[in-house]
């Protein structure tokens, strides 16, 4: 059940056997089904979220739009980061997209990683810089990027979201309306005939 867990959080750190004992006792397994709110605005986020099976979405409701932050895949962290972290109400709500199968972490339990196992926070640092990196790439590409470009950066990385995701909230994740995206789909297979 945590062999994918393990495996991506090698790409950071090697925990010893015990230590993967500790790591793995620190988490429930969770089945949530397509649809599911894990976390909506106003409240405290204490869970956050590694995705074995399915896709979680983050998004903020602004006047009754639903505006997408991120979509999350598997092996992936997953929360509402700034309100797991400040144990504040949040801004933002976490969904699932899929039916999901997630290992579940809460405050109480990563706080106690962190007085019985110290590696914990270079773990927990290097997936805060990913973290970091990847609101920056995203925020650079919308100061830059043309839609166009900001849909193909997405394509090339992402192609098999197009097939589980509905077409509306990529539109909001890359900043642009449903309508644009059909455009620039249209243009871009056009262009490679």
């Known amino acids: 059940m945590f062999d994918e867990l393990f495996q991506s959080v090698s790409i950071f750190i090697n925990f010893s056997p015990s230590e993967k004992r500790i790591f793995q006792n620190a988490f429930s397994f969770r089945e949530v089904p397509k649809n599911f709110t894990l976390i909506s605005e106003g409240q405290v986020a204490n869970e956050i979220y590694f995705i074995k099976k399915g ?3 983050l998004y903020y409701n602004n006047d009754g739009d639903n505006i997408t932050g991120y979509i999350f895949r598997e092996h992936l962290f997953a929360g509402s980061y700034e309100s797991f972290l400040q144990s504040s109400p ?4 976490l969904e699932t997209l899929e039916d999901c199968e997630l290992l579940v972490l809460t405050k109480e339990k990563l706080d ?3 007085q019985t196992m110290p590696r914990i926070n270079i773990l927990t640092r290097k ?3 990913q973290r970091f990196l990847n609101a920056q790439q995203i925020l650079s590409s919308f100061i830059l990027d043309s839609p166009e470009t900001r849909y193909q ?3 090339a990385k992402n192609k098999d979201l ?3 995701v509905p077409h509306h909230i990529i539109a909001s994740y890359l900043g642009i309306t ?3 995206l059909s455009r620039i789909r ?3 297979m056009e262009r490679e005939k």
Do not use: D, M
């Open 153 to 155: 950066k997405f394509a």
């Open 186 to 188: 249209k243009r871009l």
């Open 55 to 57: 896709i979680l979405r």
């Open 127 to 129: 997936i805060a810089e």
């Open 162 to 164: 197009f097939l589980r």
């Open 112 to 114: 106690e990683l962190y």
């Open 90 to 93: 949040g801004i933002q709500y």
């Open 178 to 180: 449903p309508v644009s």
